[in-house]
């Protein structure tokens, strides 16, 4: 089992940064394949990003194209903790945050493919 716990979300002005984390215990964090998702008001759940690795050594981000160049997603593996840089951030960022896990070898884009959740973090920009 793997518990995943948010942190770091907010209310922002437009054009603002947020940093998210997202804390994992449990099961070995270093090989996860980590993603982070997002949901607002009315609508499903959708991918912002993900990071994997095949040999805790080299790994490898996506992201989606609306924050492509706006957010950054990282993590440090002696802290079990992953992050996500959110700069720039626009009005239709709003939303409840996700992290989530899973153990593959591939990239994992959509919240069916990933076995562990967090409880979610409110991020709110103002326009």
């Known amino acids: 089992q793997v518990q995943l716990v948010e942190s770091g979300g907010g209310l922002v002005q437009t054009g603002g940064s947020l940093r998210l984390s997202c804390a994992a215990s449990g099961r070995t964090f270093t090989t996860a394949t980590m993603g982070w998702f997002r949901q607002a008001p009315g609508k499903d759940r959708e991918f912002v990003s993900t990071?994997?690795?095949?040999?805790?050594?080299?790994?490898?981000?996506d992201y989606a194209d609306s924050v492509k160049g706006r957010f950054t997603i990282s993590r440090n593996n002696a802290k079990n903790t992953m992050y996500l840089q959110m700069n720039r951030l626009k009005p239709e960022d709003t939303a409840v945050y996700y992290c989530?896990?899973?153990?593959?070898?591939?990239?994992?884009?959509?919240?069916?493919?990933?076995?562990?959740w967090g409880q979610g973090t409110q991020v709110t920009v103002s326009s």
């Open positions: 990071i994997r690795s095949n040999d805790g050594r080299t790994y490898y981000a």
């Open positions: 989530a896990a899973t153990y593959s070898n591939y990239a994992r884009y959509a919240a069916d493919e990933y076995d562990y």
